[in-house]
T-cell receptor, first 109, second 116 residues
Framework: EDQVTQSPEALRLQEGESSSLNCSYTVSGLRGLFWYRQDPGKGPEFLFTLYSAGEEKEKERLKATLTKKESFLHITAPKPEDSATYLCAVLVAGNQFYFGTGTSLTVIP | DAGVIQSPRHEVTEMGQEVTLRCKPISGHNSLFWYRQTMMRGLELLIYFNNNVPIDDSGMPEDRFSAKMPNASFSTLKIQPSEPRDSAVYFC??????????????FGAGTRLSVL
């Protein structure tokens, strides 16, 4: 059965304290892995897509990486405005999307 | 573009009533997705359409739920009759047709449904 697991469920960081969020997946026929950011009361907002192991994407303080079993979202020197829930999703054969339950990130000034 | 537009933003209804949620996808997108989000289960895909045709409705929880896409610019998700356990945030998303890996989904702001 296709499965996506994110950890930790919640993470509190001091401003400037770098860390990583994990998204592990067990799927057949991975076609892409997506990272989204969700702010309270809003819909998920697209951040990155990764398609093959070894691929990396960067945007400001965020960097996403992909291996054959998991993806990491690295946050370097986070700021309070980075506080949000970060969701990962996998696209598998048949155009099925599966979302993880997310990591709630709080960055304390 | 205004993005994916959902209405209403909030809906409060009583158990047994019919609820209709509406979605206008991004112009030019031909895939549309309905999701339900709860604290316990996260985002769950209910159904998705490609070129207005339902492709996979295996996520629709039961026969009380139905979805339609009469044209490329409009979709509805209907719950009849509604039950308290249907309370959740319902999201609509749209994307370009799968191809070349360009499957980025763009989400609406969601409809928060409360069934009393």
């Amino acid at each position: 059965e296709d499965q996506v697991t994110q950890s930790p469920e919640a993470l509190r960081l001091q401003e400037g304290e770098s860390s990583s969020l994990n998204c592990s997946y067990t799927v057949s026929g991975l076609r892409g892995l997506f990272w989204y950011r969700q702010d309270p009361g809003k819909g998920p907002e697209f951040l990155f897509t990764l398609y093959s192991a070894g691929e990396e994407k960067e945007k400001e303080r965020l960097k996403a990486t992909l291996t054959k079993k998991e993806s990491f979202l690295h946050i370097t020197a986070p700021k309070p405005e980075d506080s949000a829930t970060y969701l990962c999703a996998v696209l598998v054969a048949g155009n099925q999307f599966y979302f993880g339950t997310g990591t709630s990130l709080t960055v304390i000034p | 573009d205004a993005g994916v537009i959902q209405s209403p933003r909030h809906e409060v209804t009583e158990m047994g009533q019919e609820v209709t949620l509406r979605c206008k996808p991004i112009s030019g997108h031909n895939s549309l997705f309905w999701y339900r989000q709860t604290m316990m289960r996260g985002l769950e895909l209910l159904i998705y359409f490609n070129n207005n045709v339902p492709i996979d409705d295996s996520g629709m929880p039961e026969d009380r739920f139905s979805a339609k896409m009469p044209n490329a610019s409009f979709s509805t998700l209907k719950i009849q009759p509604s039950e308290p356990r249907d309370s959740a945030v319902y999201f609509c998303a749209s994307s370009l047709a799968p191809g070349g890996g360009k499957n980025i989904q763009y989400f609406g702001a969601g409809t928060r449904l409360s069934v009393l």
